[in-house]
């Protein structure tokens, strides 16, 4: 009886230390347009006209790590009345509410460092910053040549400790969480490759589409560092999605949002 005792206890303990990651998912804001056409498509070719920011914690059993960060956090309030933009709770509030602050994070990556993927970026000075070196150099030192940087969300990271991609990145070392580079929206946009035990793998589309029509039509918007250089990246994506037999969100799909379970709720 010992034996089975003493065994099943061991089991136990290794399938604890192996547990995958848990996804959380966070309503950042939303954003509305009433001309889509700066996304590089027609008016005509979609009715969709609001896009939903979302902000996710990666929970893993070697750390904690935020993959984007939402709108500004001096947006959060009501609602107003035909307001293009909104942020109802921010990420700091939503946090505390599953009893994680931002001090508990270990890592930050952001998809790339447009003003609504960084919004509460200073907050999260602490956490080590996973970013890709041209998109460092981007934010960091010439901000002023893409006008949707915003350095004031992100000056608190300047002093923070940082680790300088020049590609993909195994963020844990054990492939379930993995930085995918992407450039061609930003100088070093990249995406998220997640390995979920239950759900499966999944890859987090950053802003390598907008829209639902974009991946369909493979349109690039028109503020794009480089138009070519997003068609490379969306087919290496699609490639890497298929290989991997994984589900992909488009971060910004509003329909996508309302099929998911937002936190507290998470998937693994």
Not at 57 to 86: E, F, N
Not at 105 to 120: E, L
Not at 173 to 182: F, R
Request: charged fraction near 20%.
């Amino acid at each position: 009886m010992r034996k089975i005792l003493v065994a099943t206890i061991t089991l136990l303990f290794v399938s604890a230390a192996n547990a995958g990651p848990k996804l959380y998912i966070f309503d950042c804001g939303h954003l509305s347009f009433a001309d889509v056409s700066n996304f590089g498509i027609t008016n005509e070719e979609t009715d969709v006209r609001e896009l939903f920011v979302p902000c996710y914690l990666i929970d893993h059993p070697d750390g904690k790590m935020i993959w984007d960060a939402g709108l500004p956090l001096d947006m959060v309030g009501p609602r107003q009345a035909d307001a293009t933009s909104w942020y109802e709770e921010s990420i700091i509030d939503q946090l505390a509410a599953i009893g994680v602050s931002p001090r508990d994070i270990d890592y930050t990556a952001y998809s790339h460092f447009h003003y609504d993927h960084v919004g509460a970026a200073n907050e999260f000075a602490s956490a080590t910053l996973l970013i890709q070196e041209t998109e460092y150099h981007a934010a960091f030192y010439d901000a002023e040549s893409n006008p949707v940087f915003r350095p004031p969300l992100y000056t608190e990271l300047a002093n923070s400790t940082k680790v300088l991609l020049q590609g993909d990145h195994d963020v844990f070392g054990d492939g379930s969480v993995v930085i995918i580079s992407a450039p061609g929206h930003t100088p070093g946009h990249q995406v998220l490759k997640l390995e979920l035990e239950n759900f499966g793998p999944l890859v987090l589309s950053g802003d390598l589409y907008h829209f639902e029509v974009s991946r369909m039509l493979r349109r690039t918007p028109v503020f794009n560092t480089d138009a070519a250089e997003t068609l490379r990246s969306m087919n290496r994506v699609e490639v890497l999605t298929q290989e991997a037999g994984a589900t992909f969100w488009i971060e910004h799909s509003l329909e996508l949002a309302n099929s998911l379970n937002l936190s507290p709720y998470y998937y693994d």
